[in-house]
């Protein structure tokens, strides 16, 4: 194989895998919480603490909850988008989208409140979806 066709295939790959992640945007948190299946599993004044956590796992927080148990808050963040900073012609504008780069975004919320006894007392859920875009 040509030295110049192995050293520009190589360039190429680079610049693929640097280009990937950013087109395929970012996951936080613990997926199940947008998950209505398992998220109605938690039953009020029956799951307790354990059950929770073999259901999702730990809460990405927990906080006192007025003198009356505790709250556990679980979070989980998609952010997507189209365009990439690392696809700019010599002008600065996105070759692909017309110099337009879209963002989704999913957010999940999930919070679990628990009695003194460690019994589930009240879940409340939330989903938030949005999408923008700007110009490079």
């Not at 680079?14 to 990937?20: C, S, Y």
């Not at 809460?59 to 003198?67: R, V």
């Not at 070759?95 to 919070?111: A, E, F, I, P, T």
Request: charged share 25%; net charge positive.
């Amino acid at each position: 194989m040509d030295s110049k066709y192995t050293t520009a295939l190589t360039v190429c790959l680079f610049i693929m895998a640097m280009a990937l992640p950013g087109l395929a945007g970012s996951a936080r948190g613990n997926k199940d919480v947008c998950d209505p299946q398992i998220i109605d599993q938690i039953q009020q004044g029956k799951s307790s603490k354990a059950d929770v956590k073999q259901l999702i796992g730990d809460p990405d927080k927990i906080e006192g909850a007025l003198n009356q148990g505790e709250l556990w808050k679980y979070t989980y963040k998609v952010t997507s988008h189209s365009g990439s900073s690392r696809a700019f012609s010599s002008s600065g504008k996105d070759r692909r989208h017309g110099g337009r780069v879209s963002m989704d975004q999913k957010n999940c919320h999930l919070y679990v409140y628990f009695e003194k006894n460690g019994i589930v007392r009240k879940v409340s859920k939330s989903k938030v979806s949005g999408s923008g875009s700007f110009m490079n």
